[in-house]
């Protein structure tokens, strides 16, 4: 069995995804993801890989774009402003349908923001972010083990669906120290090759071609059909999501990543004072868990969605419990983190007790 | 009686016809470059990376593998797949409002880092497959559809000399400037590219050929005229010469 160690989220991302068989880091700096791109460019060359400091953002997604065409496992990380800067090559590679790995560390905006936790990029991250009609599969963990294994899976799932898997997280994910059991190393003769499309010399073969384009619009909509066609798929097969303390539950915390974290405490919290709560937690943002969150909802008292935004995944949240019940939100925006305390607070104040 | 093929398609031009307007000399570019892919027998090794413009459907034309990169981006991409696969042979075939204006930041940092990758450039001066526009390397004095009184230096800068800004980065291997408007110039030119791409295939760097080209659709006359043009209005402005040849003569 694997022994456990103690490590920061961002430098677990990176092991795990070494371990996953990833070879090629393209990364450009920016706070509060850093930690990634140095242990990346420290790692990957003990390993035989390829770390590269850009130019831009920009350019590092182009340069996924790239290392994705010729079939190979690549990984960027970034944060909010770089996110953005990203959305154009991200569109380009979800219309070429190219597997490709993005760690999203978001923090405060809009704008410069600042440097602090948030979850501002949930609508960018699950509503397509860039133009033209796509998804994207969005994961998001909420410790640092779960940060791990999402990297592996998101690896296998790019490479399943042919696809850019966003891990979505946050500074207190990618700051925090806990400790983690790292998957054995992946054997890379064994990962996919894409031989059927990969850009990898027309050797033997006819000349393979990807591109995010075709002038004619008849070929174009086939081309978005085939992208739908494969979303449906994933809506039908990769929801994910934890349930905590729902069994009995009067009342549900929604909550993703680090508030999906720091809402189980206010259950323990609610709990010792009579208020029968549970949390619903979705792992994948998308696709979102929208029919079994319906299912839960039903008879529930209140559902309480906490974020740390203006109440993005509030959108979804509504779209899954319909009228089934009551539903309020509290969040904290500008990179603030909010306690237990103040949750359970404002939850009482909605109950009125 | 028995025939002797003594010209044929490059094995690296695909069959589909060229889309560019009569007497644009993209398809002369793209014919060289063809030509010494086969020579150099990497076809099989080969991807290209195509920009946004008129030479967008290049990746259907080279009988290679095949990209489209975002506008500019075509350094990048190939960086990625060269990162990926050292043992492929990446080239680049970009314009010059995607190479010297939105692509400026990626040419530069590509060339910098001694990228192995190829880049052939096409100065026509001109945005040619949105309608005329003026480019960075459009001339003082050229009317374009946004320089209707012809390019000034006070409101649009000047015509951008992408060569010799290439030139101060160290991981260049070869840089070349040439021209396509006589056959001999041909000659010169594909002389040039397949250094860029031995440039490459030796491992020494970063590979550029800039070739002036014409685009007798968007300057408003007919092709000979355009062939007379680029020699009187564009040489002077764009001299041509090897800014840095690393390759040698040996090949």
């Known amino acids: 069995m694997a022994e456990r160690v103690l490590v920061k989220g961002t430098e677990a991302i990176g092991e795990a995804a070494i371990r996953a068989g990833c070879r090629l ?6 706070t509060p993801q850093n930690e990634l791109p140095e242990y990346m460019s420290k790692r990957m060359p003990e390993v035989g890989g390829t770390f590269l400091q850009t130019e831009s953002e920009v350019a590092t997604i182009n340069m996924v774009y790239g290392a994705a065409c010729t079939g190979t496992r690549v990984m960027t990380s970034t944060s909010s402003p770089g996110f953005s800067l990203m959305q154009e090559g991200i569109s380009y590679m979800a219309c070429a349908q190219l597997p490709a790995v993005l760690v999203n560390v978001v923090r405060g905006g809009p704008g410069l923001g600042d440097i602090q936790p948030s979850q501002g990029d949930y609508w960018q991250a699950t509503k397509g972010g860039g133009h033209g009609d796509y998804k994207l599969i969005v994961l998001a963990p909420s410790t640092v083990q779960e940060a791990v294994d999402l990297t592996v899976l998101a690896f296998d799932l790019a490479d399943k669906y042919r696809t850019p898997v966003v891990i979505i997280a946050d500074g207190v994910i990618g700051q925090m120290m806990e400790p983690v059991t790292f998957p054995e190393f992946r054997n890379l003769n064994t990962l996919p090759k894409h031989d059927d499309w990969a850009l990898t010399g027309a050797n ?4 393979h071609i990807v591109v995010s384009f075709d002038i004619d619009p008849h070929v174009l909509e086939k081309m978005n059909l085939e992208i739908v066609e494969k979303l449906r798929k994933i809506e039908a097969n990769e929801k994910r999501w934890e349930e905590y303390k729902l069994e009995d539950a009067e009342i549900v915390i929604t909550a993703f990543g680090t508030v999906g974290r720091i809402a189980k405490s206010v259950v323990e919290q609610a709990r010792k004072e009579g208020i029968k709560a549970g949390l619903f937690r979705p792992i994948t943002l998308w696709p979102f868990p929208y029919e079994r969150l319906e299912e839960i909802s039903k008879g529930k008292k209140l559902i309480l969605d906490v974020e740390m935004n203006m109440g993005q995944m509030l959108e979804d949240v509504k779209l899954a419990v319909k009228d089934h019940a009551r539903i309020e939100f509290y969040g ?6 909010p306690t237990p305390d103040e949750i359970f607070e404002a939850l009482k104040k909605f109950l009125n007790v | 009686m028995a025939f002797q093929v003594i010209l044929k398609r490059p094995e690296s031009l695909t069959q589909r ?3 560019y307007c ?3 000399t993209h398809g002369i570019i793209h014919r060289i470059i063809a030509e010494v892919i086969d020579e150099l027998g990497i076809r099989e090794k080969t991807i290209a990376v195509a920009p946004i413009g008129c030479s967008v459907f290049a990746y259907q034309f080279f009988n290679t593998d095949a990209t489209v990169a975002a506008h500019g981006r075509a350094p990048a991409v190939a960086t990625g797949m060269k990162r990926a696969r050292p043992d492929l042979y990446v080239f680049t075939y970009q314009g010059d409002g995607d190479l010297a204006a939105i692509g400026t930041a990626e040419i530069v940092h590509a060339a910098n880092r001694g990228e192995k990758i ?11 497959m949105t309608g005329g526009q003026m480019a960075p390397t459009t001339l003082l004095g050229m ?6 009184y012809g390019r000034k230096a006070d409101n649009d800068g000047y015509p951008l000399h992408v060569a010799e800004i290439i030139k101060e980065a160290r991981g260049v291997a070869f840089l070349a400037r040439t021209k396509v408007n006589t056959p001999q110039d041909v000659q010169k030119t594909k002389k040039a590219i397949k250094k860029a791409f031995l440039a490459q295939i030796k491992g020494l760097g970063f590979g550029m050929v800039e070739v002036l080209s014409t685009c007798p659709t968007n300057w408003g006359i007919d092709p000979v005229s355009a062939l007379k043009w680029l020699e009187e209005h564009m040489v002077p402005e764009y001299p041509l010469g090897v800014f840095v040849d690393k390759v040698g003569d040996e090949q």
């Open chain 1, 25 to 30: 880091f393209f990364g450009y700096p920016i």
């Open chain 1, 204 to 207: 033997g073969r006819e000349k």
């Open chain 1, 332 to 337: 904290r925006m500008g990179g603030v983190v």
């Open chain 2, 17 to 19: 016809e060229f889309t």
């Open chain 2, 22 to 24: 009569p007497g644009c």
């Open chain 2, 118 to 128: 190829t880049t052939i450039f096409v100065n026509n001066a001109i945005y040619g």
């Open chain 2, 143 to 148: 009317k374009t559809t946004t320089t209707p």
